[in-house]
């Protein structure tokens, strides 16, 4: 069984940076592809950044060059580097695992705000 616990959300101004953290328990994290999502008040949850099993990396428009996805196997942990935030970013962000059919898995969720 698969859990996911994130961490390091809060209260940040705009121009300001945050890292979340995604711990995960179970067997064999290398080999799932990570993501984190984020879904604001009244829109749908949507896809901020994936990390593949190899290193491959992906990202949204909207947070390329601001944001940065890394994992360390050896600690199964999924982090997520979010600088020059936003109010546009305010949101929840979700910490997701995934790997082959039936296997997709999510966590708890985190708040970030971005607010002056």
């Known amino acids: 069984q698969v859990q996911l616990v994130e961490s390091g959300g809060g209260l940040v101004q705009p121009g300001g940076s945050l890292r979340l953290s995604c711990a995960f328990s179970g067997n064999i994290f290398s080999i799932y592809t990570m993501a984190w999502y984020r879904q604001a008040p009244g829109k749908q949850r949507e896809l901020v950044a994936s990390i593949t099993n190899s290193g491959s990396t992906n990202y949204a428009d909207s947070v390329k060059g601001r944001f940065t996805i890394s994992r360390d196997n050896a600690k199964k942990t999924v982090y997520l580097q979010m600088n020059s935030l936003k109010p546009e970013d305010t949101a929840v962000y979700f910490c997701?695992?995934?790997w082959g059919v039936g296997m997709d898995y999510w966590g708890q969720g985190t708040q970030v705000t971005v607010s002056s």
């Open positions: 997701n695992a995934k």
